[in-house]
């Protein structure tokens, strides 16, 4: 990973390729590479689907070695959506193979005039733009398996669906699974859409005669290794819960908790959970001649993802997560595995946020459009997405717009993208971190439950109240860090409560760089990263009244706690402060 | 909810976790209330000390986290709700004890101010995720109640091959056959009080 490929797509007389060294971005990767240079190098007032935009797309500090859960990809921009940073990343082939070919970015620039359509060819021998206007309007699964047909099964591939062509606000960007499936998605804040303004269709990363990722010290590496996949292998967690599982393990606990929005957040309980949980949804995949236990990509040993198939045993989709499921069962009060797997396969196909796109579902049915609990509507709805109506154009430009036009007063969104599954009333850390993180309503902004070893910012008292602005400002910095070496965030778990396979997280990187960082060195990174961030938000114009929750989670408490979100103004703005 | 009439049934080990949705939105065991969390696990469900400490790190009781089981009282009429440890964010905040229980804020349980009355009663109890294969069997094996109308529905919604291996009503062995033909069952007003056995329950 020592160059960087930028690529013109504006450029007089059609796309032009430059490669340069790598730079000051040298020994980073994932977040920090995206963060970095977006801030550096796009114009903060620009518009997110303008020329003056940059799709930075970046693999992680270990992608393509022999590391375990070392293949997240990161995925940077001006978000349309939220009109802050973006950063939005992916497990998939795609880091692994990009980084092995050797880039630590490719740079999407400018934007071309005309109707043309291009994909991106990159392999060890170059960089290739090539017009393909046979692509045009065609969704992520006939696309993989046309191009399939051009370049083989030996590649990974990233690709817009026809959301992501429209420049709708929600569109992704998928990334293709060892099957080649496009199920893993850089899926939040619009991303998609800004690779669809660069009018890129499709890139094929081909790392044919390339080699892993040499480590400076492949014994040290080597070792450091097997103890951080023993590590995960044998937490509870990472070993055993998401392997059964998956993340819609959550299910049944956050309802148990009070903390599962139902119905547009206006209950924290949903009586149909049992029916959405994980271990339903893990029961009907393994009877159905499908799979509870499978990796996104090649190396990962959690493997918390599966196999959905439907009740003829014909593949559907691959498991979806949790916040899928909460998106598209409980927030719109549907009670029913297939119908949410039906929609976790078009948004993955038209290649939008299942966040977003199951939260604007739910909005709609709180305007009145259809009844919450409406199977069939609500696969109407995604409808018209695919077809590209005024309507599904609506819909998929998000909730918050989604709110707007239909007159909707109570939308859950902070800087204009929609809440995950989580409601901050009752959990009210996470709410701080929905309304300070740079990402817009963002989960996995605060998610390295790591703090307590890196000890960010000091130890904190858990009992105290300013404890969860404490305890949000220091999963920011070390989920920011995480982030930026490309691992996936579930590592987090076994790290938390395993100090030596942290350590071993840290010999890994230090063997492969031949450096010496700390537990300080990431938190300073992840402190770099975020003031990056937050500097670029500042020039686009955000400011502390930009890092609210929705006034209505301050007045209406939600059922069964009956709280509401109690945090003060000068407790968020005090979450910067270090 | 008190068992009037009781259930016996004798199935094949791996058709145990038919019941396991049963567990998921909670059943109804009887207990005496009165106890901590930890002695209602230990002394009346049978469940190993250890067990509890290392695979029991989520808890709920009333839909508030439980911090510690050995302060947490039991009340007649509980929901009280049991799971492995849990990832993300949340599930970490939601652990018993965990270092981020302050991001839940009110929603940690208390006792009430009037310490509960030690007597024989019912509460709600729930299993989730890895410890619905571990405990789900012993619970079995002590006895769920149910209505007799969800008992039917439950019926009614598995398979035809149910190869169930005794069966008895009210301690009275009866042919296998009148479990799935329904003949002979309480009306759907009575409670039931089932025990299921596989012949392999955790000792």
């Given at each position: 990973m020592d160059k960087i490929v930028r690529i013109d797509m504006g450029a007089k007389g059609g796309p032009k390729v430059t490669t340069e060294p790598v730079g000051e971005y040298a020994g980073l990767g994932g977040r920090a590479v995206t963060s970095l240079m977006v801030s550096k190098e796009v114009h903060p007032l620009c518009h997110p689907l303008g020329a003056e935009n940059k799709l930075v797309i970046a693999p992680g500090m270990l992608s393509g070695t022999t590391g375990a859960m070392t293949g997240r990809l990161s995925v940077g921009c001006k978000s349309p959506l939220t009109g802050t940073i973006k950063e939005s990343n992916a497990g998939g082939q795609a880091a692994q193979v990009l980084a092995r070919i050797g880039y630590a970015a490719i740079v999407l620039e400018g934007k071309p005039e005309g109707d043309d359509l291009y994909k991106i060819h990159v392999s060890k021998d170059g960089v290739k733009v090539i017009v393909d206007n046979s692509l045009k309007l065609m969704d992520n699964y006939p696309l993989v398996a046309k191009l399939r047909e051009e370049y083989g099964d030996k590649v990974a591939y990233m690709s817009i669906g026809s959301a992501g062509e429209r420049q709708l606000y929600i569109a992704s960007i998928a990334c293709t699974d060892p099957e080649l499936r496009p199920t893993r998605h850089c899926g939040r804040g619009g991303v998609g859409a800004v690779m669809g303004s660069k009018r890129v269709k499709a890139i094929i990363l081909d790392d044919a005669g390339c080699k892993q990722r040499p480590p400076q010290d492949p014994e040290k590496y080597r070792d450091a290794n097997r103890k951080f996949v023993e590590g995960l292998r044998k937490h509870?967690?990472?070993?055993?819960g998401l392997p059964a599982y998956g993340t819609n393990v959550l299910t049944n606990v956050l309802n148990e908790a009070g903390g599962y929005p139902t119905r547009n957040f206006k209950s924290g309980v949903f009586e149909g959970s049992a029916k959405l949980s994980g271990e339903a949804q893990a029961e009907l995949e393994i009877k159905r001649g499908g799979s509870a236990t499978h990796g996104c990509h090649r190396g990962c040993v959690i493997q918390c993802s599966g196999i959905y198939n439907d009740k003829d045993g014909n593949y559907l989709t691959k498991q979806p997560e949790y916040e899928t499921v909460w998106s598209h069962g409980g927030h719109c009060g549907i009670d029913d595995l297939d119908t949410v797997a039906q929609l976790d396969f078009m948004d993955d196909n038209f290649g939008v946020d299942t966040i977003d796109m199951g939260v604007a579902i739910g909005v709609a049915m709180d305007a009145g459009l259809i009844e919450f609990g409406d199977r069939a509507g609500a696969i109407r709805l995604m409808e018209e997405v695919g077809k590209g109506t005024p309507l599904g154009r609506i819909l998929a430009s998000g909730a918050d717009i989604t709110g707007k036009v239909f007159g909707v007063e109570k939308v859950p969104t902070v800087k204009g993208q929609a809440m995950p599954a989580y409601d901050p009333r009752p959990i009210q850390g996470i709410g701080v971190t929905y309304a300070t993180t740079t990402q817009g309503a963002d989960h996995t902004a605060g998610y390295a439950i790591a703090t307590n070893i890196l000890k960010v910012g000091g130890d904190v008292d858990p009992l105290k109240t300013e404890g969860q602005i404490e305890l949000s400002r220091n999963l920011q910095i070390a989920t920011a860090a995480i982030d930026s070496t490309g691992m996936c965030l579930f590592i987090a778990f076994a790290i938390l409560d395993q100090p030596e396979t942290f350590q071993a997280l840290l010999d890994m990187l230090n063997a492969f760089y031949g450096t010496e960082l700390t537990g300080d060195g990431v938190v300073a990174l992840g402190k770099t990263v975020l003031s990056a961030e937050r500097d670029f938000n500042t020039r686009a114009g955000f400011t502390a009244a930009h890092d609210r929750l929705p006034r209505y989670f301050y007045t209406d408490p939600i059922a069964p706690h009956n709280q509401v979100f109690s945090m003060t103004d000068e407790e968020l703005d005090s979450v910067y402060n270090w | 909810m008190q068992g009037g009439r009781s259930i016996e049934v004798q199935l094949a080990p791996e058709l145990l976790r038919i019941f396991f949705p049963l567990f998921q939105e909670g059943v109804e065991v009887e207990v005496k209330s009165g106890c901590t969390i930890r002695e209602l696990l230990i002394e009346q469900f049978g469940i190993a000390a250890e067990y509890i400490s290392t695979r029991i790190t989520t808890v709920f009781v009333n839909h508030r986290a439980v911090d510690n089981m050995d302060s947490a009282r039991i009340y007649d009429g509980a929901v009280l709700a049991l799971s492995g440890a849990m990832p993300g964010l949340v599930g970490a905040t939601m652990r018993s004890g965990g270092f981020y229980a302050a991001m839940r804020g009110n929603m940690t349980y208390r006792n009430e101010a009037t310490a509960p009355e030690v007597k024989s009663g019912t509460i709600k109890l729930k299993l989730f995720n890895l410890l619905l294969p571990e405990l789900g069997p012993r619970l079995l094996s002590r006895g769920i109640l149910l209505s007799a109308a969800r008992w039917q529905e439950f019926l009614t919604q598995q398979?035809?091959?149910?190869?169930?291996?005794g069966y008895w009503l009210d301690g009275r062995a009866l042919p296998v056959d009148q479990l799935r033909a329904g003949t002979n069952l309480p009306a759907a007003t009575e409670v039931i009080k089932l025990k299921v056995y596989s012949g392999e329950e955790v000792a």
């Open positions: 509870p967690v990472t070993g055993e | 398979p035809e091959q149910l190869r169930v291996r």
